[in-house]
């Protein structure tokens, strides 16, 4: 079997030469063009696996070459040498299509790393565990685990397939629920880095004083209670792809260390003394506008740019109505495994209508919790409209059922009012005592979930990871609920 060719367009013939050789070393076969119209010569005789080539050329600039490839009809990773410490460079060439970039003087380490997931880009990749009848998802991307059929969606998944090629990070947004964390999964699953960890980190989780350590990691002994080395994040991605979640909740004294990593493309543990070189896709997610907090000095201009080169901007759910009906049946089956019937159970036809003439503030979160709730509700396997406890349905705050409180609506409902929501806090049954039934039942759960929530977040001092641990609910489930409820710090 012949060894994969590399192209290697450069003018400086010792850049050249030292680029030739390494890559000979790693088994590969190496064609070398000292300008546009060589490369182009090379490009219309061969095939490449891979394309690396200098930004400044005699005639003309490597970007163009990055344009011409990127518009062919193969798909041919290239990627481009740019001087040192030039960011802006780094991110057109990103943003033109470049599979990925190195800054010169051009670290071998960094060349082998980068070399080895540009190989791996031609190869067929790994098809992720689908979530639902895979008919559901036919179409461009059906390999992919956000389901949806509208217009919105089928263009996102094509940019996703587009975008999961290349090493350029990618800034997400979109409401919260609105499946920024899935889009990144598929990314990772798309890409030749299937194969390698996807880490998904909450920024807006981590205490800023362990900050530091989490993501890089720390060496036995750096401080009290450091008993072994420890990889960080950025380690225990190597290879693969690093979500940074919530990535506006960075306190600024870390977005400097993150920046100098991704430039450098080199992690140093707390307490080390050498850096190693890390091989990590970055995508970033936000259901806050990152611009603004730029603008009022909440987050670095610097590191914004560099996060930012694509952007992938998610619907909200009432923008893709089309959507819910193929959710339904998705979330549905996904339900039935932990609850049997909900495989046979069907919603009723205003149901779905109700569904499509609801706000969905929460998106396909709440979606799913909407649709949880009413599977303990349904009669008979349909869901009917009051089974979804909407309330104001096309304008109203959602109606979840809480986890924590559904088991005692039943008993709560028998018994009448309760005299007072204590025994709940206490982790105790509610006893109904009093005569009269709530006015509303949505609003009375409300009222329960967020009183043990305010207790949860009192006992451990505002500790929402904690807090959720508590209540046996995830970090993400708490903060979806607090916002529901409208919980703040402050409160
Ligand atoms: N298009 C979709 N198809 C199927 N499931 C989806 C889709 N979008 C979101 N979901 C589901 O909705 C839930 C929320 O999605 P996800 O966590 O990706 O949202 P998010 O935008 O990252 O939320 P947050 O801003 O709160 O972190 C998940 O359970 C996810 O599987």
């Known amino acids: 079997m012949s060894s994969p060719r590399i192209l290697v367009v450069d003018d400086e013939a010792h850049l050249r030469e030292l680029l030739e050789i390494a890559l000979v070393k790693m088994g590969l076969d190496v064609d070398s063009a000292d300008s546009l119209s060589a490369a182009r010569s090379h490009l219309a005789q061969n095939d490449y696996a891979l394309i690396l080539t200098d930004m400044r050329l005699p005639d003309g600039l490597g970007i163009e070459l990055v344009r011409e490839v990127t518009a062919g009809e193969k ?28 800054s010169k003087p051009v670290a071998l380490d960094q060349l082998r790393l980068m070399v080895q997931s540009a190989l791996r880009v031609g190869k067929p990749v790994e098809t992720p565990r689908p979530v639902a009848d895979s008919k559901l998802r036919a179409g461009a991307g059906s390999a992919l685990r956000l389901i949806g059929q509208s217009a919105a969606m089928q263009e996102l998944r094509t ?63 750096a401080f009290t209670g450091a008993a072994d080395d420890r990889d960080g994040f950025f380690q225990a991605a190597n290879g693969g792809t690093l979500l940074l979640d919530e990535v506006a909740d960075l306190p600024l004294a870390m977005q400097v260390k993150l920046l100098r990593a991704i430039q450098e493309r080199r992690v140093r543990k707390v307490g080390a003394t050498v ?24 987050f670095r201009q610097d590191l ?162 904690k807090a959720a641990d508590l209540l046996g609910i995830s970090f993400r489930q708490l903060r979806y609920r607090m916002q529901r409820l409208s919980i703040h710090e402050q409160d």
């Open 75 to 102: 798909v041919i990773p290239i990627a481009v040498i740019t001087a040192y410490g030039s960011a802006d460079n780094a991110v057109m060439a990103l943003k033109a299509g470049a599979f990925d970039y190195l």
């Open 275 to 298: 850096e190693e070189a890390v091989d990590v896709r970055l995508v970033s997610a936000t259901h806050q506008n990152l611009a603004e907090c730029v603008e009022s000095g909440r």
């Open 304 to 465: 914004y740019y560099r996060l930012n080169v694509i952007e992938l901007k998610l619907p909200p759910l009432r923008e893709r109505l089309d959507d819910i009906g193929l959710l339904v049946a998705a979330i549905l089956g996904r339900l039935s495994a932990f609850t049997p019937q909900a495989e046979q159970v069907t919603l009723a036809p205003a149901a779905l209508s109700a569904l499509c003439a609801y706000a969905f503030p929460g998106n396909v979160r709440e979606l799913e919790n909407i649709l949880e709730r009413a599977l303990a509700f349904a009669n008979d396997g349909v869901i009917e409209v009051a089974d979804l406890g909407l309330k104001g349905a096309g304008q109203g705050r959602p109606v979840e059922a809480p986890d924590l409180a559904d088991h005692y609506s039943e008993a709560a409902l028998a018994a009448g009012a309760p005299a007072s929501l204590e025994p709940v806090v206490a982790g105790m049954p509610a006893q109904f005592n009093g005569a009269e039934l709530p006015s509303s039942l949505p609003d009375y759960l409300d009222d329960i979930e967020r009183d043990v929530i305010r207790q949860a977040l009192t006992r451990t001092h505002f500790n929402r990871t």
């Open 159 to 221: 940019q996703i397939v587009r975008l999961a090629r290349s090493m350029a990070p990618v800034a997400i947004t979109g409401e919260s629920g609105s499946g920024k964390e899935l889009a990144a999964r598929d990314i990772h699953a798309l890409s030749p880095r299937a194969d390698k960890p996807f880490v998904a980190v909450n920024c807006g989780a981590i205490p800023e004083a362990l900050m530091e350590a989490e993501f890089f990691g720390y060496r036995k002994g």
